[in-house]
């Protein structure tokens, strides 16, 4: 998903920014440290916990609550540097790692339930060119998500603009953008629900 590619692609030019400029002016052995922690718990989360999820919620009811769920996320991260000043890096770290890791853990669990939705939503026969045309999005939105997100972080920062367009600005596209997201997918689940129904109205109709 774009929003995806947008977080997970820029935020470390971000985490690199001075902190005079809105950025939280961290080195790239801290930012590279920090991602691969980060692996653990999401390998656990795919393999032990998402099974247990689906079992207890489904995937539409998983699609919706993560979704949800990082919108607010998303704008939790550009407020470690309003909470945190530079001198008390520790603090800012620690709330840092614990909101980026509950963000991506909410974005694997979103990705994770639409691609289930998605190759439920046709027939067997059917679903090798869907994983085809979900490859495809994908590597669309991996080309413009640097582009877009690198862009918006540019911009921003040397822009001397005010809340929104400041250090908040990237941040608050990501929770746009899955807002919409989670639109357009709630909206594809409602038609085809709807479908059935429609065919058998048809049906009746036509038997009358």
């Known amino acids: ?45 795919q393999v032990f916990f998402y099974p247990i999820l689906v079992k207890s919620f489904g995937d ?4 919706v609550g993560s979704s949800l769920a990082i919108m607010p996320i998303f704008l939790l991260i550009p407020l470690s540097h309003d909470l945190f000043a530079l001198e008390d890096s520790t603090s800012m770290k620690f709330y840092l790692g614990i909101v980026w890791l509950l963000g991506l853990c909410m974005i694997n669990l979103t990705l994770s339930a639409l691609q289930r939705i998605l190759n439920d939503s046709v027939e067997t026969r059917q679903r ?14 991996q080309m413009l998500g640097p582009f877009l997100g690198g862009s918006l972080i540019e911009w921003s920062i040397n822009g001397e603009l005010g809340f929104p367009f400041n250090h908040y600005c990237l941040f608050g596209f990501c929770s746009l953008v899955c807002g919409l997201n989670l639109k357009f997918c709630t909206a594809g689940i409602n038609l085809k629900k709807e479908s059935p129904k429609l065919v058998i109205q048809a049906a009746i109709k036509t038997g009358n």
């Open 1 to 45: 998903m774009l929003f995806e590619s947008i977080f997970t692609e820029t935020l470390p030019l971000w985490l690199c920014a001075p902190y005079s400029k809105g950025g939280l002016q961290m080195d790239a052995d801290q930012i590279g440290n920090m991602m691969g922690i980060f692996g653990i718990p999401q390998f656990c989360l």
């Open 60 to 63: 539409i009811t998983i699609l």
């Open 128 to 141: 090798g060119e869907m994983n085809g045309t979900l490859t495809l999005g994908n590597s669309l939105f």
